[in-house]
């Protein structure tokens, strides 16, 4: 869905190293998740944010910390990577009192 | 503990056939379900939902039916086309702040061959 965007679409990177996943959406929904799938699992939520600065943990947040400074957009960070967060990340948004998220491209990572 | 599930992890049609994905869910207080398509490369796209009020849904070419009484949750697609290839999530909203509480299924993969 060109309305919520995600940068980059494939990163590599290595053990111990920090990166930022970005997603920004032009939907205008004030509620914004990051979700985590891997083959078999389906989608895991990591966190969620209801507006500007309000960020609250999802299912498995650990290794992982989110920013939300603006309305259009929340970054998602691993502090410090390692092998087994490998997978692929989506950004999802919602309308305050609607349940259906719309999801972003996605982000394929691989932590050597 | 609750969780969405899907009975077949695959489904292989012809074009032209009608398909059925199905999906159980635990939770009785569930108020709020959505289907979810996934092509390969991309996010998940929103099919088509429906409330707990409601037994059956139309969109155009799907179906979604629910049945609260046996916790089961269906996905029909009418003369399915091999662009209908993909994986597809049922999602459950187990109440709460709306929004928040959205509980994904491993998925089903439809391969539709020509």
């Known amino acids: 869905d060109a309305d919520v965007t995600q940068t980059p679409r494939n990163r590599i990177t290595k053990t111990g190293k920090r990166i930022m996943l970005e997603c920004s959406q032009t939907k205008g929904h004030d509620r914004m998740y990051w979700y985590r799938q891997d083959p078999g699992l389906g989608l895991r939520l990591i966190y969620y944010?209801?507006?500007?600065?309000?960020?609250n943990k999802g299912e498995i947040s650990d290794g992982y910390s989110v920013s939300r400074q603006a309305q259009a957009k929340f970054s998602l960070s691993l502090e410090s990577a390692i092998p087994n967060q490998t997978a692929l990340y989506f950004c999802a948004t919602s309308s305050a009192g609607r349940e259906t998220q719309y999801f972003g491209p996605g982000t394929r990572l691989l932590v050597l | 503990g609750e969780s969405v599930g899907l009975h077949l992890p695959t489904l292989s049609v012809q074009e032209g056939d009608n398909s059925i994905i199905n999906c159980a869910y635990s939770n009785s207080a569930s108020d709020y379900f959505i289907w979810y398509k996934q092509e390969s490369g991309k996010g998940p796209q929103f099919i088509i939902d429906?409330?707990?009020?409601?037994d059956k849904r139309q969109g155009q070419r799907v179906t979604v039916l629910l049945n609260k009484t046996v916790k089961h949750l269906s996905l029909q697609i009418a003369a399915t086309q091999p662009g209908d290839s993909a994986v597809y999530f049922c999602a459950e909203n187990i109440g709460g702040q709306a929004g928040t509480a959205l509980i994904f299924g491993k998925g089903t993969t439809l391969s539709v061959s020509s």
């Open positions: 429906i409330r707990s009020n409601m």
């Open positions: 944010s209801f507006d500007v600065k309000d960020i």
